[in-house]
């Protein structure tokens, strides 16, 4: 299978990562010797007008021809495409492959000149902990369970549906996640995730009743500041989640707003001051409300009250104040390295109102002055491409763009997945082809750098488990492998390299067995190992760009290329046919104890046929 011209945002093909606006950047396409390639012009929309530049041969190695042209940065989010011209007439390249008719400008490639996100993200694993179903010290047997709750054995099964469900509460604290770092370090990972922690009334606990201190059944701040501590002393990061579309209905803010019409709270909320009051000009001169006022909230459930970003006094209690909680936090003792966002599609959406932008920019803002390296990360279900690439989020959940066409290529069975992110039916199985073409649609609309710093997930505590969607070992270790192996950020939430069960994202939320080690899947943990440990070790795939060599309808084989070397990666969620590939170098393997890679007499290499089975071999 021949090779085709390419490029992508990675350093191989934009040695300028980090373009200051006004700045000429030089961009690179590499054409494989033989296409049918004459000329190159690079075409950008600077200030909104298409220009043409032509494009020079800059060197000739490996058997490709490398053009290189210059890009002036002159907005900050600067698009350009390649045109290639030959015999048989001109063609695009751009973000969103190659074309031979006028396409959108959308799918363009994107140099980005707004400060980048911070730098150790691009070499972080993440490790994602629910902390009531973790790890309970000793400390917790002390503590009384709320009235909220009800009380659980470490081994009560999960209610993954039901009134039940959010008051399940297995008293995992801050303590216990502390004592069971050793076992995240045998792993690998180097960054650790905590859903939220503050005061709520629900074991999830994203209806937070205070963002002021740390829930005392998670051990209170003091635990907070021993956790960061112990997180620190191995040279880990350690992230927050804060919810800034609502609080929950026991906040003080809302009590006090819900309290007193005339409360400065009350403007941090909507409310229809109008509902159940006669303000009519034949009633009282005093109106008079016999009906609590309703207000807006997350999807309808009154629990959670949606915050008003049209408020300057939400801005500042939760933003710019010298003492604001996002601020508070990242300080010491506690020094969190940043935020997952809850909800951030929604945050400042709502009717006529739209302070998304907005929003997301003065929290990078206010993050950004509190600490330099501070990362905000926005939480998305669906299409995320509208709310990237501007002065806001860093990233993003990519579940759209790769935990969806993922779990659809390797699922099981014919009966639907239930419950991703509410999806009725489920996911579809699909084969290769579609599933590229998902990951290529997300991909295409937002800049390498979005994607790159965009987190990568199997599954999360809003998921079903990987283990229960594609249905056995063999099959979580190609899905382990892509995650480890494709650009962007891998996130593991915990229990999945032990290999446990989910049907849903409360289902998932299972206690992590630490007293059954017999129960623990030995082989998935030891795959997980082995794959974190070849990502940090191959700086192609932390740093490399992506490049797509073969697809049918159960393979995947892609290259991971950076100036310090090349990775192959070969994907199979079946047995199939013995793929050839023309012009790629010798290569030792590195994953998967496939042979090693040797040219035969007409320069191609010869993938192994076995399925499924995950491969990653080290060129040149």
Same mark, same amino acid.
């Given at each position: 299978m021949p090779l085709h011209p390419h490029h992508d945002g990675s350093a191989t093909y934009v040695p300028e990562q980090e373009p200051a606006l006004g700045q000429r950047v030089p961009v690179f396409v590499r054409v494989p010797a033989g296409a049918d390639v004459r000329t190159v012009h690079v075409r950008t929309t600077a200030d909104g007008e298409p220009r043409f530049v032509e494009a020079v041969v800059d060197r000739r190695a490996g058997g490709d021809v490398w053009w290189r042209a210059d890009v002036e940065v002159r907005n900050p989010v600067s698009n350009y495409r390649f045109m290639l011209t030959g015999a048989c007439g001109s063609r695009w390249l751009n973000a969103a492959g190659q074309f031979d008719h006028d396409v959108p400008d959308n799918g363009d490639f994107k140099l980005v000149s707004h400060a980048p996100p911070p730098a150790w993200t691009r070499d972080a694993v993440i490790y994602q902990i629910f902390p009531d179903r973790f790890a309970r010290s000793a400390a917790a047997a002390a503590r009384p369970a709320p009235d909220w709750a009800i009380p659980c054995d470490w081994d009560t099964p999960v209610i993954g549906r039901g009134p039940e469900t959010p008051r399940q509460f297995y008293g995992g604290d801050l303590d216990g996640i502390a004592e069971r770092l050793d076992h995240l370090d045998r792993l690998g990972v180097n960054t650790v995730y905590l859903t939220p922690i503050f005061p709520a009334r629900s074991n999830h606990r994203y209806d937070a009743a205070s963002f002021d201190t740390v829930d005392p059944l998670l051990g209170g701040d003091a635990a907070l500041a021993r956790l960061a501590d112990a997180v620190r002393a191995r040279g880990w990061r350690l992230l927050g989640d804060i919810t800034s579309n609502h609080t929950g209905d026991a906040h003080e803010w809302f009590t006090a707003a819900r309290a007193d019409p005339h409360a400065p709270e009350r403007g941090l909320y909507y409310f %229809?001051? *109008?509902?159940?009051? %006669?303000? !009519? !000009?034949?009633?009282?001169?005093?109106?008079?409300?016999?009906?609590?006022?309703? =207000?807006?909230?997350?999807?309808?459930?009154? !629990?959670?009250?949606?915050?008003?970003?049209?408020? *300057?006094? @939400?801005?500042?209690? /939760?933003?710019?104040?010298? %003492?604001?909680?996002?601020?508070?936090?990242?300080?010491? +003792? =506690?020094?969190?390295?940043?935020?997952?966002?809850?909800? $951030?599609?929604?945050?400042?959406?709502?009717?006529a109102d739209a302070y998304t932008h907005e929003v997301a920019r003065l929290l990078r803002e206010v993050v950004a002055d509190t600490r330099a390296d501070g990362l905000v990360l926005a939480e998305h279900g669906h299409d995320h491409t509208g709310d990237l690439d501007r002065d806001g989020w860093h990233g993003t959940m990519n579940y759209v763009g790769f935990t969806d066409p993922v779990w659809s290529w390797l699922r099981h069975g014919d009966d639907p997945v239930p419950n991703f992110l509410g999806t009725p039916g489920g996911v579809r199985r699909r084969d290769a082809g579609a599933v590229l073409a998902t990951m290529d649609s997300y991909r295409s609309l937002i800049s390498w750098r979005s994607y790159v710093h965009s987190w990568q997930l199997l599954g999360s505590h809003d998921s079903a488990r990987i283990r229960t969607v594609v249905g056995d070992?063999?099959? &979580?270790?190609? *899905?382990?492998?892509?995650? $480890?192996?494709? +650009?962007?950020? +891998?996130?593991? /939430?915990?229990?999945?390299?032990?290999?446990?069960?989910?049907?849903?994202?409360?289902?998932?939320?299972?206690?992590?067995?630490?007293?059954?080690? &017999?129960?623990?899947? *030995?082989?998935? /943990?030891?795959?997980?190992?082995?794959?974190?440990? @070849?990502?940090?070790?191959? +700086?192609?795939?932390?740093?490399?760009? @992506?490049?797509?060599?073969?697809?049918?309808a159960d393979t995947l084989v892609f290259l991971r290329e950076a100036p310090t070397g090349a990775v192959l990666v070969l994907a199979r969620r079946s047995a199939g046919a013995p793929v050839r590939i023309a012009g790629l170098p010798a290569g030792e393997n590195a994953y998967g104890g496939a042979p090693a890679l040797r040219p035969d007499a007409d320069g191609a290499v010869v993938l192994p046929a076995d399925g499924p089975t995950f491969q990653v071999w080290r060129l040149g």
């Open positions: %229809d001051e *109008a509902t159940g009051c %006669d303000n !009519s !000009s034949s009633a009282s001169l005093t109106p008079h409300c016999d009906l609590e006022p309703s =207000y807006e909230s997350w999807n309808g459930v009154r !629990s959670l009250p949606k915050l008003n970003w049209g408020s *300057a006094e @939400l801005r500042r209690r /939760f933003a710019t104040a010298p %003492d604001s909680l996002l601020r508070r936090w990242l300080r010491p +003792p =506690y020094a969190l390295d940043g935020w997952r966002v809850d909800v $951030a599609n929604m945050t400042g959406r709502r009717g070992a063999a099959r &979580q270790e190609v *899905a382990a492998g892509l995650l $480890a192996t494709m +650009p962007g950020t +891998p996130v593991i /939430f915990a229990g999945d390299e032990l290999g446990l069960t989910g049907t849903n994202g409360e289902g998932s939320r299972t206690p992590m067995p630490w007293h059954r080690p &017999q129960s623990w899947d *030995a082989g998935t /943990f030891a795959a997980y190992r082995a794959l974190i440990a @070849l990502r940090r070790t191959e +700086p192609a795939l932390r740093h490399g760009g @992506l490049r797509r060599v073969y697809a049918d």
